[in-house]
C-alpha cells in the first residue's frame, strides 16, 4: 500500500497524559498537513510542513501541540497534558508540488483519539 | 470571512436514484474547489478538483459544477449505489498564501438504503 498511513489509528487515554502520532507520506510527496476533525464537521487545518521545514501554524495549534518532520519523510504530532476538548479525528494529508494551488492531497485513514 | 456552506446536512435516497448536494463558498481569492468523499472511519479522498476556468467536471457516476460568479458548486451522483453511502466535503482552495489554504465544508452525509 503506497498511500499516507497513520498509527496508532486508535487512542485512548487518561486527561493530563501525553500522546504521540505518527504519520507516513506518500513517499514522493514532499508536502505534510495535520488536520482535526470532530463529529460532523469538516477537517480543521493544524499545520503544513514543506519537506522538513513547518512553514505555517493554525491558531488552533496551542502550544500543548508539536508536530515535527526531522528528516522531510515521516511526521509526529504531540499532544502534551491532554484535554477532553482534544479528543477527536487526526487527520494527516499529503501532495506533492506539481502546481501551485492545484495539488490534490491524499489523506490517510486518521487517529481517533478518545481522552477520558 | 471565508466560509463553505454546504446543503443538505444529510439526505438519504434509494438505490439508483439521482441526487444533487451543494455548496457556497465566501472564500476569496478563489483558487481551485475540491470534492471529497469521506467514508466513515476513514480519510477524505478526493473526487474532483476545478479551477476558476472550469465549470463542470466528471468522475465516472459524480459531476460537479462550478459557478465562480455566484460562488456556488454542485455534486451530482448519478445512478446511487449503496457504496455512495458516505460524507461528502466541499474544499476551497483561497490564492492568498504560498499554501493555497483550504476551506473545508462540514460535508453533506449521504446515505442509499437498497
Known amino acids: 500500500d503506497t498511500g499516507v498511513s497513520q498509527d496508532p489509528r486508535h487512542k485512548i487515554t487518561k486527561r493530563g497524559q501525553n500522546v504521540t502520532f505518527r504519520c507516513d507520506p506518500i513517499s514522493e510527496h514532499n508536502r505534510l498537513y495535520w488536520y482535526r476533525q470532530t463529529l460532523g464537521q469538516g477537517p480543521e487545518f493544524l499545520t503544513y510542513f514543506q519537506n522538513e521545514a513547518q512553514l505555517e501554524k493554525s491558531r488552533l495549534l496551542s502550544d500543548r501541540f508539536s508536530a515535527e518532520r526531522p528528516k522531510g519523510s515521516f511526521s509526529t504530532l504531540e499532544i502534551q497534558r491532554t484535554e477532553q476538548g482534544d479528543s477527536a479525528m487526526y487527520l494527516c494529508?499529503?501532495?506533492?508540488?506539481?502546481?501551485?494551488?492545484?495539488?490534490?492531497?491524499?489523506f490517510g485513514p486518521g487517529t481517533r483519539l478518545t481522552v477520558l | 470571512k471565508n466560509q463553505v456552506e454546504q446543503s443538505p446536512q444529510s439526505l438519504i435516497i434509494l438505490e439508483g436514484k439521482n441526487c444533487t448536494l451543494q455548496?457556497?463558498?465566501?472564500?476569496?481569492?478563489?483558487?481551485?474547489l475540491r470534492w471529497y468523499k469521506q467514508d466513515t472511519g476513514r480519510g477524505p479522498v478526493s473526487l474532483t478538483i476545478m479551477t476558476f476556468s472550469e465549470n463542470t467536471k466528471s468522475n465516472g457516476r459524480y459531476t460537479a459544477t462550478l459557478d465562480a460568479d455566484t460562488k456556488q458548486s454542485s455534486l451530482h451522483i448519478t445512478a446511487s449505489q449503496l457504496s455512495d453511502s458516505a460524507s461528502y466535503i466541499c474544499?476551497?482552495?483561497?490564492?492568498?498564501?504560498?499554501?493555497?489554504?483550504?476551506?473545508f465544508g462540514r460535508g453533506t452525509q449521504l446515505t442509499v438504503w437498497p
Open positions: 494529508a499529503s501532495s506533492t508540488q506539481a502546481g501551485q494551488n492545484t495539488d490534490t492531497q491524499y
Open positions: 455548496c457556497n463558498y465566501t472564500v476569496s481569492p478563489f483558487s481551485n
Open positions: 474544499v476551497v482552495s483561497d490564492r492568498g498564501s504560498t499554501l493555497g489554504r483550504l476551506y
